[in-house]
């Protein structure tokens, strides 16, 4: 199975045995605020673990670990976009709120950005962020990826009790290959995490 080393992190496949570390955050409704689900209870996060593991390969799931200790401490979120000869993957992350503010998930982000451009020739990145959830559209900043644009009430999620859609207004930013190329040499900040 494939997985990547980084100054701190492992960031490899799930497995079953990860489901405590994924309860811990996805029980918090600030955490899943802005994601199109609800809070998982452990049975979800024992099925979302397992089934994450099974897919192997073929999963949009990737598990971020300390390198330290093997604490899981997040999931990246990768997933190729139809029609697959357009060749653009979005990204997305979800992080435990007792690891923010240290770089880790710019540091794990970074990481699939480097393996979607150099390994999987990949030509545009893209991932989507409502316009309230600043340390979500920051992350992305500090990954020089582009805003491209801002929707209005473009998506929901959720509904309110009496059914009506709860509309967010979101960013879209995204990346090419060229500009990966061009803004590598500008990288040294993210890669040495010297915030
Ligand atoms: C989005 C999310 C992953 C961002 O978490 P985060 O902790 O802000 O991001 P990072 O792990 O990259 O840490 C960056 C912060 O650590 C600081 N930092 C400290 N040490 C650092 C280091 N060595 N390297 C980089 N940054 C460091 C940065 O300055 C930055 O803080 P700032 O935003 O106050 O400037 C997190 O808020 C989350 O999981 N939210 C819930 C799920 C969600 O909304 N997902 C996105 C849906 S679109």
């Avoid at 093997?70 to 000869?85: A, S, V």
């Avoid at 990481?111 to 451009?117: G, R, T």
């Avoid at 929707?151 to 990346?175: C, E």
């Amino acid at each position: 199975m494939k997985e990547f080393i980084t100054d701190r992190l492992v960031i490899r496949r799930f497995k079953t045995d990860d489901w405590k570390d994924l309860y811990e955050y996805m029980c918090i409704p600030n955490v899943i605020f802005y994601e199109p689900y609800e809070v998982f209870n452990e049975e979800d996060s024992v099925n979302a673990a397992k089934n994450r593991e099974t897919q192997g390969e073929e999963s949009c799931f990737w598990a971020v670990c300390l390198k330290e200790d093997n604490k899981m401490i997040g999931n990246l979120y990768f997933q190729k976009q139809e029609p697959e000869d357009f060749m653009t993957w979005e990204i997305g992350y979800v992080f435990n709120p007792k690891y923010y503010g240290r770089g880790y998930a710019t540091e794990a982000s970074f990481k699939m950005l480097e393996y979607a451009f150099e390994e999987l020739k990949a030509h545009r990145i893209t991932a989507g962020v409502n316009m309230n959830n600043t340390k979500s559209w920051r992350l992305l900043e500090r990954l020089k990826m582009r805003r491209e644009g801002l929707f209005l009430q473009n998506v929901f999620f959720k509904k309110t009790a009496d059914g009506k859609p709860i509309w967010h207004d979101s960013y879209r930013y995204g990346m090419l290959a060229s500009e990966w190329f061009e803004n590598k040499s500008k990288y040294s900040k993210v890669t040495t995490f010297e915030f």
